[in-house]
């Protein structure tokens, strides 16, 4: 017998119809609930990784132009010795 299935001595039949088919719908709802949290995870990972493919490129890219600026100083002073 499922959990809740026993009537109390109170409780009508189409009472513990209604109360069955909210427990249907409820669990209806929470398994649809289950798939769009994880289509939302899946995505949240690729955005995921892409922002740290970002983040590498643009730590690169700033690290390249650092070693021009450097370069440019270093190219500057020593014409103007």
């Not at 109170?10 to 109360?19: G, K, R, Y």
């Not at 798939?35 to 995921?48: A, E, N, Q």
């Amino acid at each position: 017998m499922e959990p809740g299935s026993e009537r109390g001595p109170d409780m009508p039949a189409s009472e513990e119809q209604d109360l069955h088919q909210i427990l249907v719908a409820m669990q209806h709802s929470l398994t649809q609930i289950n798939g769009k949290i994880d289509s939302l995870s899946y995505r949240m990972d690729i955005m995921t990784e892409r922002l740290d493919k970002h983040a590498e490129r643009l730590y690169q890219s700033e690290r390249r132009v650092s070693e021009v600026e450097d370069g440019q100083t270093q190219l500057a002073a020593s014409h103007v010795s």
